[in-house]
């Protein structure tokens, strides 16, 4: 970066693939020119791998707090502090399931930087969180790529924080600067959303989570898929242990409950709403009595491709694999959750993965399982399963 920083993806540097983007660079640009260092704690918002807190540290701020849903980016950040020998004492690493708060004291932020998400209804999310720790004298700047920015994002920032104005646009980024106004009690509130199954079950619909409002199409095929295996013994010494990688909203792991309540999940996604989300499901149709498996039965695990899960710990692990960075296009991420799947599976236990067609999982997976067949399709999707 031009901050002098040296930053890389995480876990792993992509070829052609910054850890920065032009907005980041904007944005640490125009701080430097209009705000005193130390003027009251800082709160950073989505940042990834470093290049915002790492910046602001770099140039001297005392405390910065990183509130982000994204386990790897807080992971890839704290990589990048060490490859960069900064002393990262006072930045705070909040998962996005937290309130963001300075950690000295409940002062509102002097700052608060935020990289705009992709989602409407998540930077609305953020903003009603955000709102509670922003005082008259907070500076509130935002920053994305032009193509990220449209007039219902700066109507967004207008209705729950105050008057917004945009800067020029510089390499395609653009910033938004928001004068805060809006008072707590003019402030509308997003209601809470759930969506149903197609089996009943009752999601909490958090819109930072893949998926939010109905089942993904290639999840309903991979549990059709799944179905049969449930009840056939068809898994070498019964089917008890049960990872759900990668879970987003939880419909994977949920509807398996609905006919075998016995089974042990793991819940695990890099998203802490995710992971969070899905265990709020499961609650609320415990509540309802859509479900009767016990929450203590299950694990919820915020982890990186399920990395921390031991060896020969499961006998199924399902998978819908994200194939998007960010905006970037990866095979990285299904790689490492093929790997660790292979690991953590008991020998007879089996992995069953769906993905659009052009994926070509099929061929992929054979780096690890000899042999991978495909269970079902449609016109989109295929649904593959290896047995370890
Ligand atoms: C295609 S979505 C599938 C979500 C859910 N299983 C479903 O069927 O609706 C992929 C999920 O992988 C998660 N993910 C992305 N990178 C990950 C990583 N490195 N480790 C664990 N989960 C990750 C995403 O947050 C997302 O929830």
């Known amino acids: 970066m031009n901050d002098g920083l040296n930053l890389e993806r995480y876990p792993e540097p992509e070829v052609n693939l910054r850890a920065w983007n032009a907005a980041d660079t904007y944005l640490l640009e125009w701080i430097n020119d209009h705000r005193m260092v130390g003027d009251g704690a800082c709160c950073v918002v989505n940042d990834s791998f470093g290049a915002l807190a790492l910046g602001l540290i770099a140039a001297g701020e005392p405390e910065v707090v990183s509130w982000s849903d994204s386990f790897l980016a ?55 969180a955000l709102a509670e720790s922003i005082g008259p004298d907070t500076v509130v700047v935002a920053g994305g790529m032009t193509k990220q920015i449209h007039t219902s994002t700066l109507k967004k920032f207008e209705k729950l924080i105050g008057p917004t104005t945009t800067s020029l646009a510089q390499k395609k980024a653009r910033l938004i600067f928001v ?54 013994q068809d898994l070498d010494g019964g089917l008890r242990d049960v990872v759900d990688l990668g879970c987003g909203s939880g419909v994977v ?15 695990t996604d890099e998203s802490y709403l995710a992971v969070n989300t899905s265990q709020a499901s499961l609650e609320h149709n415990l509540d309802r009595g859509a479900l009767t498996s016990p929450v203590e039965q299950h694990r919820f695990l915020v982890d990186d491709c399920g990395a921390t899960i031991a060896d020969g710990s499961a006998d199924l692990v399902c998978i819908n694999p994200p194939f998007h960075d960010a905006t970037a296009q990866t095979h990285a991420i299904a790689a490492r959750m093929f790997n660790n799947a292979a690991r953590m599976l008991r020998s007879g236990g089996k992995l069953v993965v769906v993905g659009n067609r052009h994926l070509n999982y099929h061929t992929k997976l054979r780096k690890w399982f000899g042999q991978a067949d495909v269970i079902a399709s449609n016109r989109r999707f295929v649904v593959i399963a290896a047995t370890a």
């Open 253 to 267: 792991g949920l509807t398996l409950l609905q006919s075998r309540p016995d089974l042990t999940i793991t819940f």
């Open 74 to 128: 807080h992971e890839g950040a704290r990589a990048n502090a060490a490859r960069n020998a900064l002393d990262t004492t006072n930045v705070t690493w909040l998962p996005s399931t937290a309130q963001p708060q300075a950690a000295a004291n409940d002062e509102p932020f002097g700052l608060v930087v935020l990289r705009v998400p992709k989602s409407l209804d998540h930077l609305d999310h953020q903003l009603n």
């Open 179 to 232: 004068t805060p106004e809006v008072e707590p009690e003019a402030r509308p509130r997003p209601p809470a959303k759930t969506f149903t199954t197609s089996g009943g079950l009752t999601l909490i619909a958090n819109p930072a989570v893949f998926s939010s409002t109905k089942t993904d199409p290639g999840s309903a095929l991979l549990l059709e898929a799944v179905a049969p295996l449930l009840h056939h």
